[in-house]
T-cell receptor
Framework: EAQVTQNPRYLITVTGKKLTVTCSQNMNHEYMSWYRQDPGLGLRQIYYSMNVEVTDKGDVPEGYKVSRKEKRNFPLILESPSPNQTSLYFC?????????????FGPGTRLLVL | KQEVTQIPAALSVPEGENLVLNCSFTDSAIYNLQWFRQDPGKGLTSLLLIQSSQREQTSGRLNASLDKSSGRSTLYIAASQPGDSATYLCAVRDGGRRALTFGSGTRLQVQP
């Protein structure tokens, strides 16, 4: 089954404790990205990757890191989480950049930073 | 900077009604527009994608239209069912970016 998977689905942590949220897709997609969803603010892009070893900042990159060492994986790293990073995080992927290409989203990771 | 607005924010209708959800965007130079459905605690499911050169797309009971010049899209749901209850999100992709700009969504409840 074609899908985007994220782990963990739920995470409670404390301020300053490094964490990684994994994202994997099995559709051989080139483009992957991370969004966060907050009440009243909608979904906003954090980082994106056009292909292996090619990443760039989205609209709200502060406090996050990413890497793209393999085509299928795009982990999101919070080196020193803070309470304002409490949010619902989504990973997304698409085949490339064509106008007719749908973006596929993972199930989300709900993060609480105490 | 692109801004996407969805009206209404919430909608409750009895089962069987036809309904229209609205989406407007400020910059008409879009690449495409997608409608998503989000169920509580779940991810986003893509419903319809309209390319900038298209006027509408249909899938089953759903029909989405796009008027790029006026910066508007509508999602029409025919013969609504309780299973349609969810939050519907509109997202546009600008010509120069891969990122999607999302609206805040319309929370739909269909009463049996």
């Amino acid at each position: 089954e074609a899908q985007v998977t994220q782990n963990p689905r739920y995470l409670i942590t404390v301020t300053g404790k490094k964490l990684t949220v994994t994202c994997s897709q099995n559709m051989n997609h080139e483009y992957m990205s991370w969004y966060r969803q907050d009440p009243g603010l909608g979904l906003r892009q954090i980082y994106y990757s056009m292909n292996v070893e090619v990443t760039d900042k989205g609209d709200v990159p502060e406090g996050y890191k990413v890497s793209r060492k393999e085509k299928r994986n795009f982990p999101l790293i919070l080196e020193s989480p803070s309470p304002n990073q409490t949010s619902l995080y989504f990973c997304a992927s698409s085949l490339g950049g064509g106008a007719g290409e749908t973006q596929y989203f993972g199930p989300g990771t709900r993060l609480l930073v105490l | 900077k692109q801004e996407v607005t969805q009206i209404p924010a919430a909608l409750s209708v009895p089962e069987g009604e036809n309904l229209v959800l609205n989406c407007s965007f400020t910059d008409s130079a879009i690449y495409n527009l997608q409608w998503f459905r989000q169920d509580p605690g779940k991810g986003l499911t893509s419903l319809l994608l309209i390319q900038s050169s298209q006027r509408e797309q249909t899938s089953g009971r759903l029909n989405a239209s796009l008027d790029k010049s006026s910066g508007r899209s509508t999602l029409y749901i025919a013969a609504s069912q309780p299973g349609d209850s969810a939050t519907y999100l509109c997202a546009v992709r600008d010509g120069g970016r891969r990122a999607l700009t999302f609206g805040s969504g319309t929370r739909l409840q269909v009463q049996p």
